[in-house]
């Protein structure tokens, strides 16, 4: 769901929401994939215009391993964009691509445990089965 904490598949977890919402609960490390408020904790920003892909991709898979690395050294990480789905649940399958799981089977994983509509486009979900090329 929107706004909750997903778990990757080594057990990680990740939060995906919308920029603008504010969680309860604070994160570490924000990594905006959109304009928006930026919350009191540390933010890292992509250039990624809805409905398309990152600008710059090997910012972007910097960032998504920077994200993941945050993530393995026990900080809460969160990805959030504009409504929380489309570039939201890109970035989620990514990250769980680099955390290990099959790229073919990322964008229906991430459509399973965060959002039925995650990644919008046929091609975001291209950039994620091509990501470890």
């Given at each position: 769901?929107?706004?909750?904490?997903?778990?990757?598949?080594?057990?990680?977890?990740?939060?995906?929401?919308?920029?603008?919402?504010?969680?309860?609960?604070?994160?570490?490390?924000?990594?905006?994939?959109?304009?928006?408020?930026?919350?009191?904790?540390?933010?890292?920003?992509?250039?990624?215009?809805?409905?398309?892909?990152?600008?710059?991709?090997?910012?972007?898979?910097?960032?998504?391993?920077?994200?993941?690395?945050?993530?393995r050294a026990g900080q809460l990480v969160e990805v959030a964009c504009r409504g929380?789905?489309?570039?939201?649940?890109?970035?989620?399958?990514?990250?769980?691509?680099?955390?290990?799981?099959?790229?073919?089977?990322?964008?229906?994983?991430?459509?399973?445990?965060?959002?039925?509509?995650?990644?919008?486009?046929?091609?975001?979900?291209?950039?994620?089965?091509?990501?470890?090329?």
């Amino acid at each position: 769901m929107i706004g909750d904490w997903v778990e990757l598949p080594s057990g990680l977890r990740v939060r995906g929401r919308r920029i603008g919402d504010r969680p309860a609960d604070p994160a570490d490390f924000l990594l905006a994939l959109a304009d928006g408020p930026a919350p009191p904790w540390p933010v890292r920003r992509i250039r990624w215009p809805d409905f398309r892909l990152p600008t710059d991709r090997a910012d972007a898979l910097a960032a998504l391993a920077d994200a993941l690395d945050r993530t393995r050294a026990g900080q809460l990480v969160e990805v959030a964009c504009r409504g929380g789905r489309g570039r939201t649940g890109t970035a989620l399958a990514a990250l769980a691509v680099l955390d290990g799981l099959d790229p073919a089977a990322a964008v229906p994983w991430v459509r399973r445990v965060y959002d039925r509509r995650a990644v919008e486009t046929p091609g975001q979900a291209r950039w994620v089965r091509g990501l470890l090329r």
